[in-house]
């Protein structure tokens, strides 16, 4: 399940190119004004598979249809639309009841009111999908480097990006239905057309509270089971989904 806000600029506002933070806050104290309990449970972790957590949730970057980027700094002249998705009726349920209660989007100093709330109709999920990317897709693993672990971020050509996708995928599955999916088979290819006319140039760098994360801007095709699938759609494909990574929308579905 996912929601489309949609908010008034007035005569535009500016915005660091690093807004990920904000909108995470956002987020978050939507959460605590409806129900604080469960905001405090997702903050600390949220829902556990394998020794690891999950929050479950994704957003995509901030849309408008007149924008200009200037330096560190990007200008909204337009109204601006944001999605917000998690496989959790609860969190979506809370974050839309303080949203519409308040009436009110703050990013960073700006508040910023709101126009419209949508939730959006969810696809039908089959074994061959394309999809589009609302915020870059991020896969990161640990590699040594200088005789030292250090985090790695998958390109697009990575060899192990798509088997990486596809057992956090079967681990969010987990973490939602309890249960491990019947059918486990998933694999993800960029667009190499759209990579090529992009002269290679499809990642982005993302500073998160000082923390870089590089992920991939390019359309993507995916095989698999429909419910590996669908889980990506509803809780993002990749990792550091709740920082604003891997949330994407359907291009086509193959039959």
């Given at each position: 399940m996912r929601i489309k806000?949609?908010?008034?600029?007035?005569?535009?506002?500016?915005?660091?190119i690093n807004y990920n933070y904000f909108l995470t806050g956002a987020i978050y104290r939507f959460l605590k004004e409806s129900d604080p309990e469960y905001a405090h449970f997702l903050h600390q972790g949220g829902y556990e598979q394998e020794k690891r957590r999950f929050k479950l949730f994704t957003f995509s970057q901030l849309m408008a249809k007149e924008r200009e980027i200037r330096g560190d700094q990007i200008h909204f002249r337009s109204p601006l639309t944001w999605c917000v998705s998690s496989s959790q009726e609860p969190f979506l349920e809370n974050f839309a009841a303080a949203l519409m209660q308040t009436g009110i989007l703050q990013i960073e100093h700006h508040r910023l009111r709101v126009q419209d709330v949508e939730v959006l109709r969810q696809p039908r999920f089959g074994p061959q999908m394309t999809f589009r990317c609302l915020s870059p897709i991020t896969m990161s693993t640990v590699r040594e480097r200088a005789n030292k672990l250090d985090t790695h971020y998958c390109l697009p050509d990575d060899p192990q990006f798509s088997e990486l996708v596809r057992q956090n995928l079967i681990r969010k599955y987990e973490a939602v239905y309890r249960q491990p999916p019947q059918e486990q088979s998933f694999a993800m290819t960029f667009d190499p057309a759209y990579i090529d006319k992009k002269g290679g140039r499809v990642t982005r760098l993302v500073d998160f509270k000082g923390t870089k994360i590089r992920g991939i801007l390019s359309?993507?095709?995916?095989?698999?089971?429909?419910?590996?699938?669908?889980v990506g759609y509803a809780c993002g494909f990749g990792d550091k989904n709740s920082m604003g990574f891997g949330m994407v929308?359907?291009?086509r579905k193959n039959i």
């Amino acid at each position: 399940m996912r929601i489309k806000i949609t908010c008034d600029t007035g005569t535009g506002i500016r915005l660091p190119i690093n807004y990920n933070y904000f909108l995470t806050g956002a987020i978050y104290r939507f959460l605590k004004e409806s129900d604080p309990e469960y905001a405090h449970f997702l903050h600390q972790g949220g829902y556990e598979q394998e020794k690891r957590r999950f929050k479950l949730f994704t957003f995509s970057q901030l849309m408008a249809k007149e924008r200009e980027i200037r330096g560190d700094q990007i200008h909204f002249r337009s109204p601006l639309t944001w999605c917000v998705s998690s496989s959790q009726e609860p969190f979506l349920e809370n974050f839309a009841a303080a949203l519409m209660q308040t009436g009110i989007l703050q990013i960073e100093h700006h508040r910023l009111r709101v126009q419209d709330v949508e939730v959006l109709r969810q696809p039908r999920f089959g074994p061959q999908m394309t999809f589009r990317c609302l915020s870059p897709i991020t896969m990161s693993t640990v590699r040594e480097r200088a005789n030292k672990l250090d985090t790695h971020y998958c390109l697009p050509d990575d060899p192990q990006f798509s088997e990486l996708v596809r057992q956090n995928l079967i681990r969010k599955y987990e973490a939602v239905y309890r249960q491990p999916p019947q059918e486990q088979s998933f694999a993800m290819t960029f667009d190499p057309a759209y990579i090529d006319k992009k002269g290679g140039r499809v990642t982005r760098l993302v500073d998160f509270k000082g923390t870089k994360i590089r992920g991939i801007l390019s359309p993507f095709h995916v095989i698999g089971a429909p419910e590996l699938i669908h889980v990506g759609y509803a809780c993002g494909f990749g990792d550091k989904n709740s920082m604003g990574f891997g949330m994407v929308e359907v291009v086509r579905k193959n039959i």
